[in-house]
């Protein structure tokens, strides 16, 4: 069910990052015990996104949840050598416990979901969950608000997930009776609301933030040595590089100023990396923990998001662009409605639509003085009331509204 332009399963054996190794396949007395369901209930949080993978929405807001619930984070399940389908418990560098349900390798379709269930209800039993706050990222995950006796039934609609390369076709129908049982639903971004709004009576916008003190060190930090040795200018691009990346863009713009050199920093997921421009001035570094993004925006000139214009990117708000602007760095996009919508007239971001109008855009970019009190003064005034505090707060304060 990987469905939303992340692939990223970790094997079960690896460490990804943030993330301790398996130490046992059910929970532990230590597990019902701590926190005794937080002093404001217990959590569960089901998602497509990997924990251990690009560190985004989810765990920007579940690192904040799990201050006052004991919060459980559940994600889609994983083929293992195992005769019958178990759990996974993993630990964090936070409180969250990740719950990661083990299915028989070839295990598919209305089997796998009912086996996926039967083991969570065991878990959550074992757990001693009592009303928790359900929390979903996708409708495909196993719907529990009406086998557990919940406080509050979110929706976050971070993306619109059936435009994705490969959406189950059952995506839309799961999505509708989600919506029907939520209480509450939050939407990635302001288009995205406005195609949800008519579907549920109690539907919120919450654009992508940013956690500007993080990104903000790359006004002053280092750049990253793994990148010294690339000629300047450099125009970089972090992110997952999938059906969402206007490849023909990047090969375009390459083209035309071959004296330029751009940074892909990320993985590429469900496109093929031979399809990728082949050019002596693109690079490709792979991907790169979060703690490490704001030493490589240091060394880049100006900051790229060349987006797509598809299903894929219609509704998206992209979570880059204030982590950018935090850095001091210039962005110039192409032109996604979100994009436009809240920076297109912010004098800090370029909007472009052809490889010579991102050229003349990225002209632009390197023309200014990214060091300049004015320069960093607009970014500040343009990133004045963004955080993820103030998001997370909002939501909180939504939530509290209807338990």
């Known amino acids: 069910m990987q469905y939303a332009g992340k692939d990223e399963v970790f094997a079960l054996q690896d460490d990804p990052p943030g993330i301790e190794p398996v130490t046992r396949l059910r929970p532990t007395s230590e597990d019902r015990e701590e926190k005794a369901g937080g002093p404001a209930g217990d959590f569960l949080c089901f998602s497509h996104l990997r924990w251990g993978f690009v560190h985004q929405r989810p765990q920007h807001l579940m690192e904040r949840f799990s201050r006052h619930h004991r919060l ?41 979901e009912a086996a996926q269930t039967a083991v969570l209800d065991e878990a959550f039993r074992d757990l001693g969950i009592r009303r928790p ?26 993306d619109e997930l ?84 206007d490849i023909g863009l990047l090969d375009a713009v390459a083209a035309l100023r071959p004296d330029w050199q751009f940074v892909m920093l990320g993985p590429v997921v469900k496109i093929d990396p031979d399809s990728l421009p082949k050019r002596p001035n693109i690079h490709y570094p792979g991907m790169r923990g979060y ?34 602007l935090a850095a001091g760095r210039p962005v110039v996009s192409t ?33 200014v003085d990214r060091g300049s009190p004015e320069w960093l003064a607009a970014i500040d005034r343009t990133l004045s009331d963004m955080s993820w505090d103030s998001t997370w707060s909002r939501m909180k304060g939504l939530i509290e509204c209807v338990r």
Not at 90 to 110: D, E, N
Not at 293 to 321: C, E, H, Q, Y
Not at 335 to 353: K, L, N
Request: hydrophobic share 40%; net charge negative; charged share 20%.
């Open 72 to 112: 459980f984070y559940v994600e889609e399940p994983v083929e293992a050598d195992v005769s019958e389908p178990g759990l996974a418990v993993y630990g964090t560098s936070c409180s969250i416990k990740l719950l990661v349900p083990q299915l028989p390798r070839g295990m598919r379709g209305a089997e796998a």
């Open 133 to 158: 706050i359900l929390w979903y990222y996708t409708p495909m995950s196993p719907q529990f608000a009406d086998r557990l006796d919940a406080a509050v039934v979110v929706y976050d609609c971070m």
């Open 162 to 245: 059936s435009g994705f390369r490969g959406a189950p076709p059952e995506l839309v129908e799961r999505e509708r009776a989600l919506m029907a049982r939520a209480d509450l639903v939050f939407t990635g971004g302001y288009s995205l609301w406005e195609a949800k709004r008519g579907r549920h009576a109690n539907v919120h916008p919450f654009p992508s933030s940013v956690d500007i003190p993080h990104f903000a060190t790359a006004r002053r930090v280092a750049e990253a040595p793994d990148q010294a040795s690339i000629p300047r200018p450099r125009l970089g691009f972090y992110g997952v590089i999938d059906e969402r990346f």
């Open 291 to 324: 703690g490490e993004l704001p030493a490589w925006l240091a060394g880049w000139d100006v900051a790229l998001m060349p987006f797509a214009l598809n299903d894929s990117t219609r509704f998206i708000s992209p979570t880059k662009t204030p982590e950018y």
């Open 335 to 367: 032109p996604i409605t979100d994009v436009i919508r809240h920076y297109g007239d912010s004098g800090v971001v370029r909007i472009a639509d052809t490889p010579e109008a991102f050229v003349e855009a990225c002209e632009w970019a390197l023309a």
